[in-house]
């Protein structure tokens, strides 16, 4: 039995419905958005830049909390508020056709990153 706002998918895996979803306060972020969608130096792609950095260090820092190097994830648990705060950045810049950019989440080499 499921109580209300709750319904079981096909391979019975229950997940939380919900009907009413105000989206006003959710900025337009432009759908897949790439490096190669700005040109290099400009402010939107200089961000997106930086979050891929630190993104990428948070994926290197979570995988060597879990493999033998628990006092990492200290540091990583810091990676994640910076994170949070460069993709929030993102979208409160405007970009084209009344959008705002994002974080593109692309892989940066290890001798890249700061």
Known sequence: MLLGGHRADAGGLVRRVVDDVNLTGVPPMRRNPRLSDHEPGSAIRAAQEEFNRTYCTLLSRLE?????????????????????????????????????????FEYVAPELRR
């Open 64 to 104: 060597q909390a879990f493999n033998g190097s628990p006092k990492q994830l200290g540091a990583a648990t810091g990676t994640m508020y910076a994170l949070k705060g460069q993709a929030q950045a993102l979208m409160r810049m405007p970009d084209e056709d009344g959008t705002t950019a994002g974080p593109t």
